[in-house]
Nanobody, 121 residues
Framework: QVQLVESGGGLVQPGGSLRLSCEASGSFTKIATMVWHRQAPGKPREVVASITSDSRLNYLESVKGRFTISRDDAKKTVYLQMNSLKPEDTAVYYC???????????????WGQGTQVTVSS
């Protein structure tokens, strides 16, 4: 069993900053890709940012230059630093991780419960 717990969400004003964290616990060999997703009311879920085990990065176009994803493998944690926040960033933010076990190698994807981010004046 692997558990992911997000933290760091809250209410901020436009232009403000917030840092989200997601920590994994359980028994596994390593973590492959770590991903942040978000879902706003009435909108589909979208990938915000991802980071591979060798620190290759990918960002949603609308957050480039404002958000930074990073990982700390010793802490089994992924972070999302969010700067210059806009009202359209308001959503529930979820993390997911591809968790590697074995050999034989298997990769299972796990999700956290989500944390609310609200950007409003």
């Amino acid at each position: 069993q692997v558990q992911l717990v997000e933290s760091g969400g809250g209410l901020v004003q436009p232009g403000g900053s917030l840092r989200l964290s997601c920590e994994a616990s359980g028994s596994f060999t390593k973590i492959a890709t770590m991903v942040w997703h978000r879902q706003a009311p009435g909108k589909p879920r979208e990938v915000v940012a991802s980071i591979t085990s060798d620190s290759r990065l990918n960002y949603l176009e609308s957050v480039k230059g404002r958000f930074t994803i990073s990982r700390d493998d010793a802490k089994k944690t992924v972070y999302l630093q969010m700067n210059s926040l806009k009202p359209e960033d308001t959503a529930v933010y979820y993390c997911s991780m591809g968790v590697v076990i074995g050999p034989p190698v298997t990769v299972n994807n796990y999700w956290g419960q989500g944390t609310q981010v609200t950007v409003s004046s």
